[in-house]
């Protein structure tokens, strides 16, 4: 199959680029591609919060009123989790651990899903190489508008550019990455995503 190509002005080329169908011909699966983004957020997640429990709130060990005669239910500490100002039943620890387990075969797939439904619906597109003269923001607003692009934009490229890199960095809505670091929640985020030739035949060989 072949994909769309533009050259750097934004004109469609007469012939596109060849590329194999298991990576960009997969069939959708919507489930697939839910288990790779959910499990690509939780292991990027860390545990930063943590709440106490009835050992660790301050308190006395002493009986808050009599056993009987008050009426009332028996208690033996004010910590206890019903108690205001007791510690949690099952309290929140900095120790614990988001991670999802997914499998390579799985990710890889989930990946060619992606890129797959991408192509389909005209979202992916090859240019044979995307370059800025100086590590300008203007510079890099000024070829994406060129391009044709209004909406956000990701752009993958076959390896780094460190101009790109300082021009997009105060651009909310472009984010540039190297092939080989593309993630599923960012191919999902963003509306188009524009590639390089040689990012192409990398994430080819990547998910082969």
């Known amino acids: 199959m072949e ?3 533009i050259d750097n002005n934004g004109k469609v080329a007469k012939k596109g680029i060849a590329v194999s169908e298991t ?3 997969r069939e959708f699966n919507e489930a697939l591609v839910h288990q790779v983004v959910v499990a690509y957020m939780a292991n990027a997640r860390t545990a930063t919060r943590a709440q106490k429990g009835r050992d660790n709130v301050n308190h006395t ?6 056993q009987k005669g ?3 239910a028996r208690a ?17 620890s900095p120790n614990e651990n988001f991670s999802h387990k997914v499998n390579r075969k799985a990710y890889r797939a989930g990946m060619q899903t992606i890129l797959s439904e991408l192509a389909r619906q005209e979202r992916f597109t090859v240019i044979e190489e995307f370059k800025v003269d100086s590590p300008k923001t203007k510079n890099l607003v000024e070829k994406i508008k060129g391009l044709g692009y209004t909406e956000g934009i990701l752009v993958l490229t076959d390896s780094f ?3 790109l890199y300082l021009s997009s960095r105060n651009l909310t809505n472009v984010l540039v990455v190297e092939a080989q670091f593309a993630d599923p929640v960012s191919l999902v985020r963003f509306p ?3 590639a390089t030739a040689g990012a192409v ?3 080819e060989e990547m998910l082969a």
Do not use: Q, Y
């Open 23 to 25: 990576t960009f011909g």
């Open 3 to 5: 994909l769309r190509l």
């Open 70 to 72: 008050t009426g009332r």
């Open 161 to 163: 550019d460190e101009n």
């Open 192 to 194: 188009n995503v524009v």
């Open 76 to 92: 033996g500490m004010s910590s206890s989790p019903i108690w205001r100002g007791g510690g949690r039943a099952f309290p929140n």
């Open 201 to 203: 035949k990398k994430l």
């Open 61 to 66: 060990t002493h009986k808050p009123f009599a």
